[in-house]
Each structure stands twice: as structure tokens, then as C-alpha cells.
């Protein structure tokens, strides 16, 4: 492993909830500022907290109750991961074996492996066996400096199963310091019993699984693997419009592995992320950018995978379309928690700059989760999710491969992680 920067200092401070913070000797501060609607740069600016919120950010601020020394390092905003499976029991290692022998994803699928290979194993789960998996996953989430997850259903596949994954998630983010959002994801795959009748698990996604999860208030996005041999441009329509009825907002997987119109539903149904795009052609892109749909690439599936073709991150931008990254941690396809390392990937292999690349994880996927009102930024009245590096700026965040090197973890103004 490699040593810690030579500019890391340990920070020393008390804590209470109900005095005010002030975070001082900051090297640079980079954030989405709202009033120049872009990245910006602040050197040797103060931030103070009051209550978990961000209430002042400016030169030679006042006294507060506690000071936190940066060291005269990096300050970002907490990472917001806009796109993660973490409902699951084990992960699946055996079929990272396969793949490397040389099955594709597809193959391991189609020999009940894949998203139905977890299936099985997250119905018989207990709730609590779940809960304690799930909070351990989000511990190591916070530690990598995601204060925010966005976190799907879609292991369940039955009405039980996937309303049992919606009320892990609940359970665990209220007891956790980092924030879930949910989403329901019956429209993962087809199970098992489905598989020579996919229109009735449409049905039942549609009259019963639908409806189940509105009552239960939980869930707050609806997504779907629209995707050929997974569901088609009519199943993913009809579930997506669906959950809009019911108050759930659209969210979709499309052109990961094949392109067959899917960012084309995405434009027409105004998605509030179209996910992947690997494949995507250039109508989709056009389609996209006319919408106004962010696009989140997750660059770490097509590394895991060993796939050696990226989303086209550049011809996306060209057109304007506004683009995420997130991580896609999953049971099976991308074991990759840590944001730094999504952003590593995204500067090699889409071209990102870093820059762009920070912005991707935090300002644009919280607005892809409709909280960009809160977080995503360090601005003023918004929520104290910050992140103190242990490394001066911010070309050493895609560069530090082996560690992220974050020294603190604030969430809503309080230290959940110390390096
Ligand atoms: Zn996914």
C-alpha cells in the first residue's frame, strides 16, 4: 500500500451536534457553485457549520464552537452514487472465474447464474441477515466518501422478496449515517417461474408489485433493465409510465449491452437517468440532449467485465448531455464501492477530465435524485456532506489508486469517518 501524502495531517477536534464548526486551513475547496452554474476553485476560504448545514463559507469567518485544521488540503463535497445494487447476500465470485475463463455475462445468465443466481439466495434470506449485510456495505460506502446512495431493489423478483429489499434499505439508512435513496427495481430480470410467460411478470410488476410499493412508501425511484433478453421497449414502457401513475420516478438501464432504442424510451419518457449507454448510437445521444436526460456512465461494470468498450463519454458531452458516473456495486457485474476509483476509471478510459469528473459524482447524479437542492454542493444552506482529503489538490484523487486518502468524512456536519 502506499504511504499517506506528506501534506496529511491528523485532525484533532471536539464534537457536538448543537455547537457550530468551522472548517479552517484549507488548501482548496472545489465545489459546484448554482450562481456560475460551474465547478469552482476557492483557496484558503473558511466553511462554518450550524446544525448540519452549511451556513457560511468566506475569508477569516468568525469563531465557532469547534475548528476542525484541513491541513492545508483538498475540501470536496461527499460523493453522491447515483446507481448501486447493494440488496444482495453474497457476492459471486464464481462467476468472476467464469468470465475470466472466457464465458460472457450473457452465457453465465443463461446458465442460471447472474442477477437469478442471487435471486435464490436473497429469498431465503432472512430480513436480518440482509439488514446486517447491507449496513456493512454502507459502512465501507461512507468510508470511501459517499455520504449519499442511491440503492435498488431487484434481487427479489417477487412481490415478498422485493418488498422485504425495500424495507432493508429503509431499516438501515434509518439507523445509518449515510442517506439512501431508494429505488424499486422489480423490472431487473425475469425470474425462474416467468421465464416461458415474460408479459405476466410484466403484469404482476404492473398490478400488484407497483401498487404494493406505493403503499409502502418506501421506494422513490422505479428502474428497469431495458435491455434485449432482459425487457423490451413495450415491458419497459409500460412499467416505467406504471410507476409514474404511482408517484414513483423513472429511472432506466438502457444500450449496455446492445442498443435497440432504449435512450430513445429514456428522451420520450423523460427519465431522470438514463444508465450505461455503452452502446448507445448517435439518434439516442441526439434524443438524450434534446430531453435534457442526464446520462450516468458506469465505467467500472465495463472494467469489471473486462468489456473494452466504454460508454462514449465525449460524444455524449458534445451533444450537451449532462453526464453522472456512479459505481453500479452489485452482487455480480461490478464489486466497486469506492468513488475515487470510478473516477480513476472515468479520467482513463472516457477521457473525463477531473474537474468533470468530480462534478459527475457529486452535483449531477444529486440532481438525477431530485436532491440537488440539498446536496452535492458545499454552497450555503446546503447540507455539510464534505469530505477533508489528505492530499493537497485534486489530480491526486484519479492518481492515488491504492487509497482515496481522505482524512474526514462529514455528514450533515458531523465526523462519521477518520483516516
Ligand atoms: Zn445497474
Not at 354 to 363: G, Q, W
Request: with cysteine.
Amino acid at each position: 500500500m502506499g504511504s499517506k501524502h506528506p501534506n496529511a495531517r491528523k485532525i484533532v477536534f471536539s464534537y457536538s451536534p448543537m455547537c457550530s464548526l468551522k472548517l479552517g486551513n484549507i488548501g482548496s475547496l472545489v465545489s459546484f457553485n448554482s450562481e456560475s452554474s460551474k465547478m469552482v476553485t476557492k483557496r484558503q476560504v473558511e466553511v462554518v457549520i450550524e446544525n448540519g448545514n452549511i451556513i457560511d463559507i468566506g475569508e477569516k469567518l468568525g469563531d465557532a464552537d469547534s475548528f476542525i485544521d484541513c491541513g492545508n488540503n483538498l475540501v470536496t463535497p461527499g460523493f453522491v452514487d447515483s446507481h448501486t445494487h447493494p440488496v444482495f447476500v453474497d457476492t459471486r465470485e464464481e462467476e468472476f472465474e467464469m468470465r475470466i475463463s472466457g464465458l460472457s455475462y450473457q452465457e453465465i445468465h443463461d446458465r442460471g447464474g447472474g442477477i437469478l443466481n442471487s435471486t435464490k439466495l436473497l429469498r431465503e434470506s432472512s430480513e436480518k441477515i440482509l439488514i446486517s449485510k447491507v449496513k456493512s456495505r454502507m459502512d465501507t460506502f461512507l468510508s470511501l466518501g459517499t455520504t449519499t446512495v442511491e440503492c435498488k431493489s431487484g434481487y427479489g423478483l417477487d412481490t415478498v422478496s422485493e418488498l422485504k429489499s425495500l424495507m432493508v434499505i429503509d431499516k438501515v439508512n434509518k439507523k445509518h449515517e449515510i442517506d439512501m435513496i431508494p429505488t424499486f427495481m422489480g423490472g431487473h430480470d425475469f425470474p425462474i417461474d416467468f421465464q416461458n410467460d415474460k408479459d405476466a411478470y410484466v403484469d404482476l410488476i404492473c398490478n400488484t408489485m407497483i401498487p404494493k410499493v406505493a403503499k409502502q412508501g418506501i421506494a422513490k425511484f422505479n428502474d428497469v433493465f431495458c435491455e434485449p433478453g432482459y425487457f423490451n421497449i413495450e415491458q419497459s414502457k409500460k412499467i416505467l409510465e406504471t410507476g409514474e401513475k404511482y408517484g414513483l420516478h423513472s429511472r432506466m438501464h438502457c444500450d449496455e449491452f446492445s442498443c435497440f432504442g432504449a435512450s430513445k424510451l429514456a428522451a420520450k419518457l423523460k427519465v431522470n437517468s438514463a444508465d450505461h449507454l455503452m452502446e448507445i448510437d448517435k439518434e439516442g445521444m441526439d434524443r438524450l440532449a434534446q430531453e435534457n436526460i442526464i446520462g450516468t456512465l458506469l465505467p467500472g461494470t465495463t472494467f469489471f467485465l473486462g468489456m473494452k468498450k466504454y460508454a462514449p463519454y465525449l460524444e455524449l458531452k458534445n451533444k450537451g448531455v449532462e453526464i453522472g458516473i456512479a459505481s453500479d456495486y452489485n452482487s455480480g457485474s461490478c464489486n466497486i464501492q469506492s468513488m475515487p476509483f470510478i473516477i480513476t476509471l472515468s479520467c482513463i478510459y472516457l477521457k473525463m477530465n477531473i474537474l468533470d469528473a468530480l462534478k459527475a459524482s457529486t452535483i449531477i447524479p444529486s440532481k438525477s435524485l431530485r436532491i440537488d437542492d440539498s446536496v452535492g454542493s458545499i454552497e450555503k444552506g446546503k447540507i455539510a456532506d464534505i469530505l477533508v482529503w489528505g492530499i493537497p489538490d485534486l489530480k491526486h484523487i484519479p492518481f492515488s489508486i491504492n487509497q482515496p486518502n481522505i482524512n474526514l468524512v462529514l455528514k450533515k456536519g458531523k465526523p462519521v469517518f477518520t483516516a
